[in-house]
């Protein structure tokens, strides 16, 4: 996409599970796309999905929509990756690792072979460490594979705020950073509820340590374990997440997300993907949105960090 801004608006969704054809459903209703390719493994199952979604046309804005092979990457200005293993009751993101990054190695390596030269949005779990093995074995420019990170936890915490203190969550501006998983933190310094920040709006002289402020924190760390103990997956949220990622991509908006991107400095971290706010546009990430932290938030995001290099060294590792 960097080299031939090819202006499609094409997009390949790879693996047409819950994740998948719920963005696919997003990107219908949205009329975000004008073109849309699905892959599967199961080939019945993106022909029917992309049969179900066509169906549904005439009460959408016009797109193409099939089912088709990876030679559709070749002109694609977003391919986005959600095959793989899914995360079972009980199970962490951290331990999909070992299974999920084989299966990348060998998607990735596809859509490369095909002269693919857009940019690759990686919502499979755990999305951090896949990230960065996509990175490394399409030999991309960091700017070009993105991670859909903390997206979706920011768009928890942002929920949550605004039902305990009754304000529409689009005034609610937070964010959450770090790993995708259980490592992730707060940023409590710039929380703001219409441009106040939350101590002077709530009237709360120690944010981080109130008790009603950590138990919203911590429904906001667990909430994917608490939805697949009811309905075994979580896909809605997350396909709104990457729609809105897709959007920011297509439209060229420089618009700022919570996504994981390759740290090379910034907050003190090196070669790193983790979720960090950053601004994004049709090229990919334009740049990392460096957020003054205090010294707690500094010192458990370098621990988040440390916890995910660890795991994709071992990931890397294990794919030579």
């Known amino acids: 996409m960097v080299d031939t801004l090819t202006k499609s608006r094409k997009v390949v969704i790879i693996g047409t599970g819950l994740v998948g054809s719920s963005y696919a459903y997003a990107l219908l209703n949205q009329g975000v796309a004008n073109e849309l390719v699905l892959i599967d493994v199961n080939r019945e199952k993106a022909e029917g999905e992309a ?9 959408a804005s016009p797109m193409k929509i099939r ?5 559709e990457c ?16 009980g199970e962490t993101r951290l331990d999909l690792v070992s299974k999920n990054a084989k299966i990348f190695k060998g998607i990735v390596t596809s859509v490369m072979e095909v002269g693919f030269k857009g940019i690759f949005l990686v919502a499979t779990n755990p999305v951090d460490i896949l990230s960065h093995v996509t990175l490394e074995v399409s030999g991309l420019p960091k700017e070009r594979v993105i991670g859909s990170g903390t997206i979706l936890d920011t768009a928890r915490f942002r929920y949550l705020l605004s039902e305990h203190f009754e304000i529409d969550s689009r ?5 959450i950073i770090g790993e995708h998983g259980d ?10 509820i219409g441009g106040i920040p939350l101590s002077k709006y709530a009237k709360i002289d120690d944010v981080e340590n109130n008790p009603e402020m950590t138990k919203i924190f911590e429904n906001v760390r667990d909430a994917a374990y608490h939805i697949i103990e009811r309905k075994g997956a979580t896909y809605y949220g997350i396909g709104l997440g990457l729609m809105r990622l897709t959007k920011a991509i297509l439209h060229n908006e420089n618009s700022i997300v919570t996504v994981s991107t390759l740290l090379e400095g910034q907050y ?9 706010p950053a601004i994004v546009n049709e090229y990919g990430i334009r740049q990392v949105v460096e957020l003054e932290l205090n010294e707690t938030e500094k010192q458990k995001l370098h621990n988040s960090a440390g916890i995910l290099k660890e795991m994709t060294d071992a990931a890397l590792k294990a794919l030579k």
């Open 171 to 175: 005034n609610v501006h937070a964010y």
């Open 74 to 89: 070749s002109n694609a200005d977003l391919v986005v990756i959600t095959a793989g293993a899914n995360q079972k009751p």
């Open 67 to 71: 089912a088709g092979g990876y030679e």
């Open 183 to 192: 490592s992730e933190l707060p940023v409590w310094s710039h929380v703001q």
């Open 51 to 59: 049969r179900d979604l066509n169906h549904g046309m005439p009460f």
């Open 268 to 276: 003190g971290l090196d070669n790193v993907y983790l979720g960090v």
